[in-house]
Nanobody, 121 residues
Framework: QAQLVESGGGLVQAGGSLRLSCAAS????????MGWYRQAPGAQRELVATITSGGSTKYADSVKGRFTISRDNAKNTVYLQMNSLKPEDTAVYYCNANIRPSFLFTYLDYWGQGTQVTVSS
């Protein structure tokens, strides 16, 4: 099986920056799309940004121009650079990856454990 391990969350003042990382490990055959989602208290989980294996990206309107998603395919790692952070960005951020385990011919969705991002005003 595969697993995702996130790092980089924390507390930052409004206007500040944080960089999240998520590394996939385990029995990985190949990875398709990787992405970040977030869930604020009392809210549903929402898409933040995704990136395909070829580098095509998609962003939520609320983060366009402030967040940048990237990936290092050699390291099976996806990053989220978050700039100009706002209090409304406060949430638990989850990494997601569409992975084909080495012992399967199909892709499965995997989730990280989540990392807290808190932006103070």
């Amino acid at each position: 099986q595969a697993q995702l391990v996130e790092s980089g969350g924390g507390l930052v003042q409004a206007g500040g920056s944080l960089r999240l990382s998520c590394a996939a490990s385990g029995s990985i055959g190949s990875i398709n799309t990787m992405g970040w989602y977030r869930q604020a208290p009392g809210a549903q989980r929402e898409l933040v940004a995704t990136i395909t294996s070829g580098g095509s990206t998609k962003y939520a309107d609320s983060v366009k121009g402030r967040f940048t998603i990237s990936r290092d395919n050699a390291k099976n790692t996806v990053y989220l650079q978050m700039n100009s952070l706002k209090p409304e960005d406060t949430a638990v951020y989850y990494c997601n990856a569409n992975i084909r385990p080495s012992f399967l011919f199909t892709y499965l969705d995997y989730w990280g454990q989540g990392t807290q991002v808190t932006v103070s005003s």
